[in-house]
């Protein structure tokens, strides 16, 4: 077992897997169904009900299940003792003790080189334990998109999205390409405040036909490409359209191109917009820790299966992690850090963070009180770092 210090002194260490922390929401599974909150209200849930509520979005929501196959991608052990990581943030110094209660994590995953290094686990979840991955799932439909074109159901990501979607024909998306929407620069109105009840976000009704019909009175503010403007409607569209590409629903389409055949440990959910209705392209996958690290390395061996078998085009993983002109921090779905590496991010610190200079994957399940705040990233993508430089080569 390796042991380091980052900064000044030692922590006192932790267990590999830590109950949860004094002041953290935690709550014993068997009890979820007591803290429940109104679905829709999800993005205004206590902490209590973030906790049950993103582990149970199977018994909140309609979901299809993700089926994994039955010879997990190995992850290995090789612990070691991060008890002692310590790193300076706004002139003070914070231990990953902190940083785990500060953010209400659920579940903490370091992969270097392939080996689990660190596993920890509070609030009540465990290794099988399921957890929404909110836009997390974006980066995943993402990568879909490209397996798509590798199978030849979309010819290029230049075509444009009202030839997948006639209903959107003679709306501000007739001039918007599949690449836009990707990089989230279509150009059109959209306010994406979690914090504002009468925000886009809030206020649009999210079943099949609404969201449709809601985009297309939309007007167009920019250029196509021009100008980034996170929205996550606009997923729902990707993932309309990558249905309609494929003849087959998401879920069906995740599990037989990357669930089983690379090898996830557990079943998974996507959550579906209705009753029997259509699967959002983000914010709807719902899976282990484990199997978030294993995402990460698939991204991470460039879309390809343990036996060689390229599941993306050559490249995809290159191209979608290039910085798009709208923002530099963005490419197809993943958030760019400027520095090689790359996040699938969501709401209420739910992360992928991939290194690839390092051969490194840190998965994470959060309840974090705010959805989406400057200053909880900035903590975030510092922890990360310290992980890294703690980790060395």
Not at 76 to 90: A, C, T
Not at 329 to 335: R, V
């Amino acid at each position: 077992m390796h042991h380091f210090l980052i900064t000044i002194a030692c922590v006192m260490a932790l267990s590999w897997a830590t109950p949860g922390l004094a002041d953290a929401p935690f709550i014993d599974p068997a009890d979820d169904h007591k803290h429940f909150g109104v679905t829709a209200d999800i993005l205004f849930w206590t902490p209590e009900q973030k906790v049950s509520g993103f582990r149970n979005i199977n018994r909140l929501y309609w979901t299809r299940g993700i089926l994994a196959g039955d010879k997990p991608f190995p992850l290995p052990y090789d612990k070691v003792d991060l008890s002692g990581l310590q790193f300076e943030y706004e002139d003070t110094v914070v231990t990953i003790d902190d940083y785990v209660r500060q953010h209400n994590v659920a579940g903490l995953l370091v992969i270097k080189d392939g080996k689990i290094v660190y596993e920890r686990y509070e609030l009540g979840n465990t290794p099988e334990s399921l957890w929404l991955s909110w836009s997390v799932a974006k980066s995943v439909t993402s990568m879909l998109v490209g397996a798509a074109i590798r199978d030849g159901y979309i010819e290029s990501i230049d075509e444009k999205v009202s030839d997948y979607l006639p209903r959107l024909k003679n709306s501000a998306y007739d001039h918007t390409s599949i690449r836009n929407l990707l990089q989230m620069a279509s150009g059109v109105e959209w306010n994406e405040d979690y914090t504002d009840r009468e925000a886009d976000i809030s206020t649009m009704q999210w079943d099949t036909l609404s969201v449709f019909e809601y985009l297309r009175r939309k007007p167009r503010v920019a250029e196509p490409g021009e100008t980034f403007n996170y929205n996550s409607a606009e997923i729902y569209l990707i993932g309309t359209l990558l249905r309609s590409a494929i003849g087959n629903n998401i879920s069906t389409y995740l599990s037989e191109k990357i669930w089983q055949p690379f090898g996830m440990e557990f079943d998974a959910n996507w959550k579906l917009s209705e009753k029997g209705g259509g699967e959002f392209g983000g914010s709807n996958l719902s899976a282990s820790l484990r199997d978030y690290g294993r995402l990460g390395l698939f991204a991470l061996r460039n879309g390809r299966l343990s036996d060689g078998t390229q599941v993306l085009p050559d490249h995809w993983m290159a191209a979608s992690t290039t910085p798009s002109k709208g923002l530099a921090g963005y490419g197809y779905l993943w958030w760019l850090r400027g520095d090689d590496t790359y996040a699938a991010s969501g709401i209420f610190g739910q992360a992928i963070h991939i290194d690839p200079v390092h051969k490194l994957v840190i998965a994470q399940h959060s309840a974090r009180d705010v959805a989406s705040q400057a200053s909880d990233r900035v903590l975030q993508l510092a922890f990360f770092r310290a992980v890294t430089a703690a980790l060395g080569d």
